[in-house]
């Protein structure tokens, strides 16, 4: 190939290799160390268990917690399904149980470049890219990297609106919509139906519910709530109303309530956006060229406008004014502004396309930001919080197979939410991860008093304050905490 030949191929192909190399950094961030962060109380923890003791028990439609049926987290069975995938594909780890949120974080950045390069162009796809690696939040709290149902969550709810945007030109997508709201309302249940508020209004604002035949809105209903009346009849043949009758009653009401009191507040999560800064670096350059574009009438009303706005207004109202304070609930809310900002972007390159040197100049401090908050982002692989006490029952089982599937107790003097000989959900979940063990409370006391065998873990000053009941057990594994077998 000669100089010429290559300089006119690295030209034409060179944008896709910035977008191959965001596209691996990407990957990168969502499976490098995978395993290494701790279980995290909660949500994850709750989560992977449901997920492990599905797998384990092959009933994919009750979801357990230390083998009773779960009425606590009272989630509909979508994301207990990635985690078994995940089980299913790479064997059971918290890699595998994690895999299905960073592979669905991936396809999010994926589907939102895409959609960037194919509807707006190069510049957009390239800005929309960088600005979604600066957010971290998508990847360490909540999301991509922890095996809660959020990260899924976001594809779906991104999908589904990217969607919408196209049944403009295309009537049939809007049963792709409703089929993508169903599919997450099986994963995150209520909060999907911020979905339908956003598609509603926008059929109305924008003029679309007229084009639309009685035949469409039929077809968008079955495809929106056919799938979930079909698990709702499955779910009931279990156990009844005991789980679908609380779903609404516990999962929303009293939590709507609960939060009334601690937060008080109409603003938490404007003021969590205002205080994050990569969403206030995307929203500023947003804003700036928004003002400048106005200024030149280089702006003009558009439905896709009014999508993304309603895409962002509509969450921010429902949870502002819902009084609930879990600030990864405003996560989707994430995708519009880096898109919108990525939009104005090209809309400002396009303008300048004969002063490429003042588009660089006047993008250069933004740009170069976004780029400290990417590296940021990072490092932050090299600062993942590692818990002592599930790293000492995961080598504890490694070291000890013949261990597996034993009774096991705990007492500590380090939880953090619970008295000393319960365990708490990130705890359990390592033992079952780590080897399918089964957890009994009571600690030292309960332990004593069983005859078969039986295996407890302990810290160092647990240990001590009860030689007389565990002086002489063996102990066949001892760092931060000993674990003993009797």
Same mark, same amino acid.
């Given at each position: 190939?000669?100089?010429?030949?290559?300089?006119?191929?690295?030209?034409?192909?060179?944008?896709?290799?910035?977008?191959?190399?965001?596209?691996?950094?990407?990957?990168?961030?969502?499976?490098?160390?995978?395993?290494?962060?701790?279980?995290?109380?909660?949500?994850?923890?709750?989560?992977?268990?449901?997920?492990?003791?599905?797998?384990?028990?092959?009933?994919?439609?009750?979801?357990?917690?230390?083998?009773?049926?779960?009425?606590?987290?009272?989630?509909?069975?979508?994301?207990?399904?990635?985690?078994?995938?995940?089980?299913?594909?790479?064997?059971?780890?918290?890699?595998?149980?994690?895999?299905?949120?960073?592979?669905?974080?991936?396809?999010?950045?994926?589907?939102?470049?895409?959609?960037?390069?194919?509807?707006?162009?190069?510049?957009?796809?390239?800005?929309?890219?960088?600005?979604?690696?600066?957010?971290?939040?998508?990847?360490?709290?909540?999301?991509?990297?922890?095996?809660?149902?959020?990260?899924?969550?976001?594809?779906?709810?991104?999908?589904?609106?990217?969607?919408?945007?196209?049944?403009?030109?295309?009537?049939?997508?809007?049963?792709?919509?409703?089929?993508?709201?169903?599919?997450?309302?099986?994963?995150?249940?209520?909060?999907?139906?911020?979905?339908?508020?956003?598609?509603?209004?926008?059929?109305?604002?924008?003029?679309?519910?007229?084009?639309?035949?009685?035949?469409?809105?039929?077809?968008?209903?079955?495809?929106?709530?056919?799938?979930?009346?079909?698990?709702?009849?499955?779910?009931?043949?279990?156990?009844?109303?005991?789980?679908?009758?609380?779903?609404?009653?516990?999962?929303?009401?009293?939590?709507?309530?609960?939060?009334?009191?601690?937060?008080?507040?109409?603003?938490?999560?404007?003021?969590?956006?205002?205080?994050?800064?990569?969403?206030?670096?995307?929203?500023?350059?947003?804003?700036?060229?928004?003002?400048?574009?106005?200024?030149?009438?280089?702006?003009?009303?558009?439905?896709?406008?009014?999508?993304?706005?309603?895409?962002?207004?509509?969450?921010?109202?429902?949870?502002?004014?819902?009084?609930?304070?879990?600030?990864?609930?405003?996560?989707?809310?994430?995708?519009?502004?880096?898109?919108? $900002? %990525?939009? +104005?972007?090209?809309? *400002?390159?396009?303008? =300048?396309?004969? &002063?490429? !040197?003042?588009?660089? /100049?006047?993008?250069?401090?933004?740009?170069?930001?976004?780029?400290?908050?990417?590296?940021?982002?990072?490092?932050?692989?090299?600062?993942?919080?590692?818990?002592?006490?599930?790293?000492?029952?995961?080598?504890?089982?490694?070291?000890?197979?013949?261990?597996?599937?034993?009774?096991?107790?705990?007492?500590?003097?380090?939880?953090?939410?619970?008295?000393?000989?319960?365990?708490?959900? $990130? %705890?359990? +979940?390592?033992?079952? *991860?780590?080897?399918? =063990?089964?957890? &009994?409370? !009571?600690?030292?006391? /309960?332990?004593?008093?069983?005859?078969?065998?039986?295996?407890?873990?302990?810290?160092?000053?647990?240990?001590?304050?009860?030689?007389?009941?565990?002086?002489?057990?063996?102990?066949?594994?001892?760092?931060?905490?000993?674990?003993?077998?009797?």
């Amino acid at each position: 190939m000669s100089r010429k030949s290559l300089l006119q191929f690295t030209k034409k192909y060179f944008v896709y290799f910035i977008y191959l190399g965001l596209a691996l950094i990407t990957a990168y961030l969502c499976f490098s160390r995978l395993d290494v962060a701790s279980l995290q109380h909660w949500d994850e923890a709750r989560h992977g268990v449901n997920g492990y003791e599905m797998y384990k028990n092959h009933n994919y439609i009750v979801n357990t917690y230390n083998y009773e049926n779960d009425y606590f987290n009272l989630k509909p069975p979508l994301s207990y399904w990635g985690i078994i995938l995940g089980f299913k594909l790479f064997g059971v780890s918290i890699f595998s149980m994690r895999f299905y949120s960073a592979l669905s974080l991936l396809l999010t950045f994926l589907v939102v470049g895409y959609y960037m390069h194919r509807h707006y162009g190069k510049i957009a796809a390239v800005s929309s890219m960088l600005f979604f690696i600066s957010c971290s939040d998508l990847f360490y709290r909540h999301a991509g990297r922890n095996a809660d149902a959020d990260a899924l969550y976001i594809l779906l709810f991104t999908l589904a609106l990217l969607f919408m945007l196209q049944v403009q030109k295309h009537k049939n997508y809007i049963y792709l919509c409703g089929f993508l709201f169903s599919l997450a309302f099986l994963a995150k249940s209520w909060h999907a139906l911020v979905l339908l508020a956003i598609g509603g209004l926008f059929l109305i604002f924008s003029g679309l519910w007229k084009k639309l035949h009685i035949k469409n809105y039929i077809l968008f209903l079955l495809s929106a709530f056919g799938p979930l009346l079909l698990w709702a009849f499955v779910r009931y043949q279990y156990d009844g109303m005991n789980f679908l009758g609380q779903m609404f009653g516990v999962d929303v009401t009293q939590r709507i309530a609960g939060s009334a009191d601690a937060n008080p507040s109409y603003t938490f999560f404007t003021r969590y956006l205002l205080g994050y800064r990569p969403i206030v670096v995307i929203t500023v350059i947003a804003a700036c060229i928004f003002l400048f574009m106005l200024f030149k009438k280089k702006i003009s009303y558009s439905n896709n406008i009014l999508a993304f706005l309603l895409w962002i207004f509509i969450p921010l109202f429902v949870y502002d004014f819902s009084h609930v304070y879990y600030y990864w609930y405003i996560f989707p809310v994430y995708i519009p502004l880096l898109m919108l $900002a %990525g939009i +104005l972007i090209q809309k *400002l390159y396009q303008y =300048l396309k004969n &002063k490429k !040197g003042l588009f660089c /100049a006047i993008m250069l401090i933004p740009l170069l930001i976004v780029g400290i908050e990417c590296r940021s982002t990072l490092n932050e692989l090299d600062n993942l919080e590692i818990s002592g006490f599930q790293n000492d029952i995961k080598a504890a089982m490694e070291q000890n197979p013949q261990l597996h599937q034993m009774d096991i107790y705990v007492e500590k003097t380090d939880n953090e939410y619970k008295d000393s000989y319960y365990w708490e959900q $990130a %705890g359990l +979940l390592a033992a079952e *991860l780590s080897g399918d =063990l089964y957890c &009994k409370e !009571g600690g030292v006391d /309960a332990f004593s008093e069983v005859e078969g065998d039986a295996l407890i873990i302990v810290d160092p000053e647990i240990y001590e304050e009860n030689q007389q009941q565990l002086g002489n057990l063996e102990i066949v594994y001892q760092n931060e905490y000993l674990l003993l077998k009797k």
